[in-house]
């Protein structure tokens, strides 16, 4: 039931572009991405939402496959302030007039390096 | 709006003893939710509530774990009888109920069971 991220971590040097995977097994109504700094509250990214609307901040681009139950989220020309650990969160169709819990992936540690 | 906030930040417990968490939601927000992370990990769903009625418990939540939301504000998680375990950190997160579900996390309460 937990999605799984790909890759499990990553190193870049500044400058440099990188693509965080995440994957269910389940039919997905929504996709949220959150990066937590080390002992920091997860930061809101971006929502993906089955049938194409998104949410989030400019500088931060992804993509959902509803077909794949897949979602990808797409860091370039990345910044010192980019490090940290990426969670993807899925919503299962129907979860939301049941409350939207999301159910985590394990994370994908990202280093950029000067 | 000044976010989430979580008290205390740190707590280090004996065994045995009982542990009471704090959330104050953004005030506009009616979902509330707990989650628990611990290191290397995702969040985990605990329980959520809309406004003051629990709506859905995890299977993780034993009994020992009980959680309120008087008059629909902020929130307590407290938890009888610690083992180590529970070792953790507790993030509360709070949301409205437009459909993007766009959760906002507090800083959390790190829990240490000795």
């Known amino acids: 039931q937990q999605p799984v991220q790909s890759p499990q971590a990553v190193i870049l040097r500044e400058g440099e572009d990188a693509v965080i995977n995440c994957s269910s097994s389940?039919?997905?109504?929504?996709v949220h991405w959150y990066r937590q700094k080390h002992g920091e509250a997860p930061v809101f990214l971006m929502i993906?939402?089955?049938?194409?609307e998104q949410k989030g901040h400019e500088k931060i681009s992804a993509s959902f496959n509803e077909k794949k139950q897949q979602s990808s989220l797409y860091l370039t020309a990345s910044q010192l302030s980019y490090s940290g650990t990426y969670f993807c969160?899925?919503?299962?169709?129907?979860?939301?007039?049941?409350?939207?819990?999301?159910?985590f992936g394990q994370g994908t540690e990202l280093s950029v390096k000067p | 709006d000044t976010g989430v906030s979580q008290n205390p930040r740190h707590k280090i417990t004996k065994r045995g003893q009982n542990v009471t968490f704090r959330c104050d939601p953004i005030?506009?927000?009616?979902?509330l939710y707990w989650y628990r992370q611990t290191l290397g990990q995702g969040p985990e769903f605990l329980t959520y509530?809309?406004?003051?009625?629990?709506?859905?418990k995890s299977r993780l939540l034993s009994d020992r774990f009980s959680a309120e939301r008087p008059k629909g504000s902020f929130s307590t998680l407290e938890i009888q009888r610690t083992e180590q375990g529970d070792s953790a950190m507790y993030l509360c997160?709070?949301?409205?109920?437009?459909?993007?579900?766009?959760?906002?996390f507090g800083p959390g309460t790190r829990l240490t069971v000795l």
């Open positions: 997160a709070s949301s409205t109920r437009d459909h993007y579900n766009e959760q906002f």
């Open positions: 389940k039919a997905l109504y929504s």
């Open positions: 993906l939402l089955k049938g194409g």
């Open positions: 969160g899925t919503e299962i169709p129907g979860s939301y007039n049941q409350g939207g819990k999301l159910i």
């Open positions: 005030s506009e927000h009616n979902r």
């Open positions: 509530f809309q406004n003051e009625a629990q709506l859905e």
